[in-house]
């Protein structure tokens, strides 16, 4: 009886993970950033939305949508594992370097940088296993640019 009872819990548990496309999970991890500091500024949507633009490749509608789900996804998110376990199971080493940059580019749309935003930036290329060197490489990248 209890294996039956653990069996039902373990299919409903099954059946209630979300999962989600390449490109949510993307949105996802940028708008990490534009919300890591509580501060959100025009700029940073801004940079948001120009980031996304740069990996995902879809019409004006869709884009909207994409926007805005990958918001409320952010926000009901208890972690970070979800969206890189996607990215990890169907990006390339060089398109995780790709989001990484992203990041970078959001949490310094503002012009400061703030020790969350930092802090979650190292977190996501950990969980996208990005070598330090890259996490680096792409934050002064992004620095020079701006």
């Known amino acids: ?32 950033i534009v919300n890591a500091d509580n501060e959100v500024t025009d700029s940073e949507r801004s940079e948001y939305e120009k980031q996304l633009r740069k990996h995902v490749n879809i019409d004006e509608e869709a884009m909207s949508l994409l926007l805005e789900r990958g918001q409320e996804t952010a926000d009901d998110s208890i972690d970070l594992v979800r969206f ?8 390339s ?12 580019a959001i949490a310094y749309a503002d012009e400061s940088l703030a020790p969350l935003e930092e802090s979650t930036i190292r977190q996501i290329a950990d969980l996208l296993y990005v070598p330090h060197s890259q996490y680096i490489k792409t934050k002064l990248e992004v620095v ?3």
Not at 5 to 16: A, M, Q, V
């Open 1 to 32: 009886m209890l294996k039956s009872f653990l069996k039902l819990f373990e299919d409903t548990h099954k059946r209630t993970e979300p999962t989600y496309t390449v490109e949510l999970a993307t949105a996802a991890l940028l708008s990490e």
């Open 84 to 91: 890189t376990q996607v990215l990890n199971k169907h990006c």
């Open 93 to 104: 080493a060089d398109e995780k370097r790709d989001v990484i940059k992203s990041l970078w």
């Open 144 to 146: 020079e640019r701006t």
